[in-house]
């Protein structure tokens, strides 16, 4: 399995961002994915993620209305749009997939994770 994280950046706060994570070697559509955030000196926490069947969507909930989670079964990829981007956004955002139907909020339970993204929002 491989996840492919793209999309990250510099931005200025207020700006929006649209991150995409390539999924391969796996069955894309049986697979709940998820991003993660990881700042420095900071745990590694959840963002929001996407569950395999039916497509329910869960978020951090400091980032409800703010933050979309979406996939494409077609290009076997997930998006994460970020909106009304903040400085408290700045992270290295992570995807991550397991062969289940639970989407975890802790990190440890997932099986697969991408080498991450830079996100840097300026003030």
């Known amino acids: 399995v491989q996840l492919v994280e793209s999309g990250g950046g510099l931005v200025q706060a207020g700006d929006s961002l649209r991150l995409s994570c390539a999924a391969s070697g796996l069955t894309f559509r049986t697979y709940s994915l998820g991003w993660f955030r990881q700042a420095p000196g900071k745990e590694r926490e959840f963002v929001a993620g996407?569950?395999?069947?039916?497509?329910?969507?869960y978020y951090r909930d400091s980032l409800k209305g703010r933050f979309l989670i979406s996939r494409d079964g077609a290009k076997n990829t997930v998006y994460l749009q970020m909106n009304s981007t903040k400085p408290e956004d700045t992270a290295v955002y992570f995807c991550?997939?397991?062969?289940?139907?639970?989407?975890?909020?802790?990190?440890?339970?997932?099986?697969?994770w991408g080498q991450g993204t830079q996100v840097t929002v300026s003030s």
């Open positions: 996407i569950a395999w069947p039916g497509g329910s969507t």
């Open positions: 991550a997939a397991d062969p289940g139907r639970t989407v975890w909020t802790m990190a440890t339970h997932w099986n697969y």
